[in-house]
């Protein structure tokens, strides 16, 4: 995986996960790898999958069978799109605002663009 210096690698590790889950590559209540395995397919290291690991456990997106491993959780999904929404409107969208603002570019030309993109 090609890591970003912008963010924290474990918040980059369960942006991975989150897209695996949201095209059902991972299903909900399927069995997810392990925090070994996926420190391995990523190259990390297992205590930075850990972290990735809990912070989706703390928000409901995985849930842990006892000796058995994580599993995605019922509406995974939901609660994933939910998180994402909230960090678009509160952390990118505020600075493509100001990039808008610096490039003078208006809200008319930002959705005559995306009407373009849907046709």
Not at 14 to 19: A, E, G, R, S, T
Not at 55 to 84: D, F, P, T
């Amino acid at each position: 995986m090609d890591f970003k210096s912008n963010k924290p690698i474990y918040l980059q590790i369960v942006d991975f996960c989150f897209q695996k889950m949201l095209t059902n590559e991972w299903a909900e209540e399927e069995r997810v790898p392990s925090v070994r395995e996926l420190g391995t397919i990523l190259q990390v290291n297992p205590n930075t999958a850990m972290r990735a690991f809990e912070y989706m456990q703390a928000e409901n997106i995985i849930y842990s069978k006892r000796g058995m491993g994580y599993y995605v959780a019922e509406n995974a999904r939901k609660q994933i799109l939910n998180l994402q929404k909230k960090d678009f409107f509160e952390e990118m969208l505020p600075e493509t605002f100001k990039t808008m603002e610096l490039l003078d570019i208006s809200i008319d030309e930002v959705v005559d663009r995306y009407n373009k993109s849907k046709g």
